[in-house]
């Protein structure tokens, strides 16, 4: 089934916030940022501004009524700055004019005086600075201190990753009205209704029925609006609040990148030890994560940083730290992979490591430890349905690895200053949210009397296709034409307290819900047919393209027939579910449970040309296979696989944030921050998808398909690698991420750092 947004898409029909009609009366807002990342405010003068044309008001901390705090996992982030700026761009006001030009005009007429204090721009100078989120945690299997004088090899390292700039195609965008009784109802571009509705309730000291959010779709998200959609709804809120007139605030790219919190860059110490036949006995690894100066969501990605940490391997003597340290810079949230990304390079980073310092292809350390079923992860789970040498083999016969290997060897003989790199990266991704309680979903269900039905639930359409999957899991069930299926909005007063779309589980969650609403709804049918047909069994009765059949044989009910019937009998069309995941616990005393409903595999083959003379590269080839299950909507999870790898392979080659000693995001527009495009799209890209047994917990057998392809972009950062070895065979390895241009050539030329 296509896409059902696709057509409306294309034509510019899809309503995005930034799309619904103004509102008489409607006030813009503009929002104010510290123009320092550490400091006291001495003073804010708004007296200019507020005499600007058009100008209606200029709202401080101190006219929030309710709590100015809106961390949502730790009480540390202030919706206003009131005396203490923590980074550039931190909001200190918000103008709201008669448009949107003279709110931006009368902010620039704002003036600040801030006492400056140093700003820590970096984790490691964080941790040594003690200035930290939360306390640090351990995951530990077997003894790691036992295990290393049994080691043939110890390597130690370092690696880093960079940030990510979300690029969401729509910026973060609300439009607030004043509603009935002093409340607030908020169209806003966030994947998680339940925060922003807390966020709000908890400014405006409302409670959260005086708050109604509704979240029609997004223009992507990737994460960027998991938690961090919150402070802008607030404030578009707190304004039509107070002055009772409707709010918008739409971000222009530059404030959104400025002043939104991006993928956490992470530094790592590695130390790993191998025996004789390259088996790794003991991995030991400290995380710095880069949390910025507000808690947001890192306590959870650093989790996931935790939970990631050996990657697609199994060690059998494992001890991994992560620290999430509190720098001044904008709070760093939730992006595609969740802090997964990051301890996966680590580990390909030390493993790449050791390859080099023993003269073997890293490929015989990958494969020789790969994790099999029954193999315990250092969380305590078992693995289970486990894939990783099924991907690695198949991925190796059915691309012909040996061949492209020779062409490789082939071509690097042949060229001088040309060299060419394969990677292979294998992918072990858990999918359900690591914080238990948040994997739940629900859904609302009405089948109206001509026979179509209404689906609304708990999941945000942010352009991975949830919409048609919850189409197809509700026409399936039904067995009823999708056509007859409308999925509308993400609605607090329709489905509450949904958890965010996140952690890829949208669709299970909320996909499950819908089916389980109706079969609600079917088991009634039944009743209702039964009784009509003169049928005591009511389990005798069946549903097939829209022709409801008894034991098998079609009847003359139809849907709509039987549609009139429950009307007539007074049995309810309408079913509100609930689904929650079965199985999953975790233990954080002991840091062990069964935290994930299953994992993702996968395996990709990369090679990457480098041209030594000028240190720029081309991706020639992605051939990778991916574990989907079995797939609901093939089209679907190979748009999503496709854009995964492009938005990884941006990750760990391209796109690179600086930000200078001050705090300052120097590359912080879309005119100097490199987003991959389509030259830089793998010239030659197939996905083979591994078409597996269902996954029972899986929607439909479907596997979660959001996040985890993102990650076959760290063997694009491995080629390189390898070809920059092909050209310099003692290259020191500094494996450090993203492997922009500059860096190739800086690594292949080391001398030419040295001064004259
Ligand atoms: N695909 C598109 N087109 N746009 C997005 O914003 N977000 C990704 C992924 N795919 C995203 C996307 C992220 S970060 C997640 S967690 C999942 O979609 C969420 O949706 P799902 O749970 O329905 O897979
Ligand atoms: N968000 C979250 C996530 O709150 N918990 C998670 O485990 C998670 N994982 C991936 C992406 N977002
Ligand atoms: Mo995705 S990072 O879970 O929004």
Redesign the pocket.
């Known amino acids: 089934m296509k896409n059902i947004d696709a057509a409306i898409h294309v034509r510019g029909e899809s309503l995005f916030v930034n799309d619904l009609p103004v509102l008489e009366g409607t006030l813009f807002g503009a929002v104010f940022g510290s123009p320092a990342a550490h400091g006291r405010i001495r003073s804010v003068d708004c007296s200019a501004a507020l005499a600007c044309e058009g100008v209606v008001a200029i709202l401080r901390a101190g006219d929030i009524p309710g709590e100015n705090q809106i961390g949502s996992i730790l009480p540390d982030e202030e919706l206003l700055a009131d005396r203490d700026v923590h980074y550039r761009g931190m909001p200190i006001a918000l103008v709201l004019a008669r448009t949107e030009d003279l709110a931006l005009r009368a902010r620039k007429r704002i003036r600040v005086d801030i006492e400056p204090l140093p700003p820590l721009v970096s984790a490691r100078q964080a941790h040594a600075a003690g200035s930290f989120i939360c306390p640090a945690r351990t995951f530990t299997l077997g003894a790691v201190e036992a295990a290393w004088p049994d080691c043939a090899h110890i390597v130690e390292g370092r690696a880093d990753m960079g940030g990510q700039e979300h690029v969401y195609l729509e910026t973060q965008a609300s439009y607030a009205c004043p509603a009935e009784h002093g409340g607030i109802m908020l169209r806003t571009s966030t994947q998680a209704t339940r925060y922003v509705q807390r966020g709000v309730a908890r400014v405006l000291g409302l409670p959260m029925h005086k708050i109604e959010v509704d979240t029609n779709r997004l223009g992507g998200g990737f ?1 960027g609006k ?1 938690d961090q959609a919150t402070p802008w709804a607030c404030l578009a809120a707190l304004g039509a609040h107070l002055l009772r007139k409707p709010v918008k605030l739409v971000l222009s790219r530059a404030d959104d990148i400025l002043m939104t919190g991006k993928r956490h860059p992470y530094s790592f110490d590695f130390k790993l030890g191998l025996d004789r036949d390259l088996k790794i006995l003991g991995y030991e690894l400290t995380a710095y994560q880069d949390a910025g100066a507000c808690s947001d ?1 890192s306590p ?1 990605v650093m ?2 940083t935790l939970f990631h940490a050996t990657g697609s391997y199994f060690i059998p003597n494992a001890r991994i730290t992560c620290h999430s340290c509190r720098t001044h810079l904008p709070p760093n949230t ?1 992006f595609r992979g ?1 802090g997964a990304p990051q301890a996966m390079f680590a580990m390909e980073a030390a493993i790449m490591k050791a390859a080099a310092a023993l003269g073997v292809d890293p490929a015989a350390i990958q494969r020789r430890n790969l994790i099999r079923e029954g193999d315990e992860f250092p969380y305590g789970q078992i693995a289970a349905g486990c894939r990783a040498v099924q991907c690695w083999e198949t991925a190796g016969a059915r691309f012909g690895l040996e061949r492209m290997r020779d062409e490789v060897a082939a071509f690097n003989r042949d060229n001088a200053l040309f060299k060419r790199g394969l990677s292979i990266f294998p992918l072990c991704f858990g999918v359900s ?3 238990t309680s ?1 994997n739940q979903g629900r859904a609302l269900v009405h089948v109206y009397l001509d026979g179509s039905v209404s689906v609304s639930t708990g999941v945000i359409e942010m352009g991975q296709g949830v919409n048609t999957k919850v189409v197809q899991a509700v026409a399936r069930t039904f067995a009823i034409a999708p056509g007859r299926v409308t999925v509308h909005s993400s609605n607090t007063t329709r489905v509450a307290n949904a958890s ?1 779309t ?3 589980t949208g669709a299970d969650l909320n996909g499950r819900a819908a089916i389980l609403a109706c079969e609600a709804i079917l088991a009634r049918m039944r009743t209702a047919a039964a009784q009509a047909l003169g049928e005591p069994d009511p389990g005798a009765i069946g549903l097939r393209d829209e022709v409801v059949l008894l034991r098998g044989e079609p009847t003359g009910l139809d849907w709509n027939r039987l549609v009139t019937l429950m009307d007539e009998s007074r049995l309810s069309l309408s079913e509100h579910a609930h689904y929650a995941t079965p199985v999953i616990h975790f233990d954080h005393a002991r840091e062990k449970g069964h935290p994930f409903s299953y994992h993702v595999y996968g395996n990709a083959l990369t090679v990457a040309t480098v041209d030594c003379l000028r240190g720029t590269y081309a991706i020639d080839q992605v051939k990778l296979v991916h574990d989907c299950g079995a797939s609901m909507n093939l089209d679907i999870d190979l748009g999503q696989i496709e854009g995964a790898l492009l938005q990884g392979i941006g990750l760990m080659t391209l796109e690179e944030l600086i930000y200078g000693p001050d705090g300052r995001n120097i590359y912080a527009s879309l005119s100097s921050y490199k987003v991959p495009d389509i030259h830089c799209a793998p010239a030659v890209l197939e996905v083979l998808p591994l078409d597996t047994d269902p996954d029972p917990l899986a929607l439909l057998g479907s596997k979660a398909v959001g ?1 985890p392809p993102l990650m076959y972009g760290i063997g694009a950062y491995f080629a390189i690698l390898q070809a920059m070895r092909a050209f310099n065979p003692g290259l020191e390895l500094e494996l450090a991420a993203p492997l922009t241009p500059q860096r190739c050539l800086m690594s292949l030329y080391p001398e030419a750092r040295k001064p004259l």
Do not use: D, N, Y
Request: proline content about 6%; overall charge negative.
């Open positions: 994460g998991e969501v959870a989790e996931r939730a969740f949210f690591t914080k948040l965010p996140a952690a890829s996040e």
